[in-house]
């Protein structure tokens, strides 16, 4: 199986920062690479596909880049709203599987 | 407006079966492959099965291979789980996904349903 690490764990930040989120692939997924947010109580919501490509709907204030085995999730000006935990996922082979997260709190 | 509803969830005790619904409305259900992902409250993602549109080619993650049966009844646009011998280990949020892609190629999860908790123990 595909291990996926997220870098860090846990970030605290404040409202209008910007932050970057880093996902590691213990082997190549291509680009093949999937963010999502899940607020506390909810089911998790896509943000970027296919490592950069914006979900419909979703803030540009979310960006996505990288390849191969690592790749970024970059989210600027924060809102409120935005304090959340982030998953990365890899959909390149299955078993599909996803980082441990990162929880992004506030400062 | 599309709408992923889960139902079926609740508890069991090991060993037991629980079959999990999912009924879509507010897209054309047959157009899409859907997945199962489950969730320990304050853990991470796992994915668990996988259908394509036409209800062919069934996948599974190892942990649940020969207990978990994934299908779809495409006429009710409902996706199901059918979960037998179940350990502890099952207890999770299960989560009823649609695939971004179409028929005909995969992509990533984009609408996902509000989850159904499964809990087992005796």
């Known amino acids: 199986d595909i291990q996926m690490t997220q870098s860090p764990s846990t970030l605290s930040a404040s409202v209008g920062d910007g932050v970057t989120i880093t996902c590691r692939a213990s082997?190549?997924?291509?680009?093949?690479l999937a963010w999502y947010r899940q607020r506390p109580g909810k089911a998790p919501e896509l943000l970027i596909y296919?490592?950069?490509s914006l979900e419909s709907g979703v803030p540009s204030r979310f960006s996505g880049s990288g390849s191969e085995t690592e790749f970024t999730l970059t989210i600027t000006s924060l809102q409120p709203g935005d304090f959340a935990t982030y998953h990365c996922q890899q959909y390149n082979s299955y078993p599909y599987t996803f980082g441990q997260g990162t929880k992004l709190e506030v400062k | 407006e599309v709408q992923l509803v889960e139902s079926g969830g609740g508890l069991v005790q090991p060993g037991g079966s629980l079959r999990l619904s999912c009924v879509v409305s507010g897209f054309t259900f047959t157009n899409h492959w859907m997945h199962w992902v489950r969730q320990v409250p304050g853990k991470g993602l796992v994915w668990v099965s996988r259908?394509?549109?036409?209800?062919?080619?069934?996948a599974y993650a190892d942990s649940v291979k020969g207990r978990f049966t994934i299908s779809r009844d495409n006429a009710k646009n409902t996706l199901y789980l059918q979960m037998n011998s179940l350990r502890a280990e099952d207890t999770a949020v299960y989560y009823c996904i649609r695939d971004k892609g179409s028929s005909w190629y995969y992509d990533a999860f984009d609408i996902w349903g509000q989850g159904t908790m499964v809990t087992v123990s005796s």
């Open positions: 259908i394509k549109s036409d209800g062919s080619a069934p």
């Open positions: 082997q190549s997924v291509n680009d093949w």
């Open positions: 296919k490592a950069s």
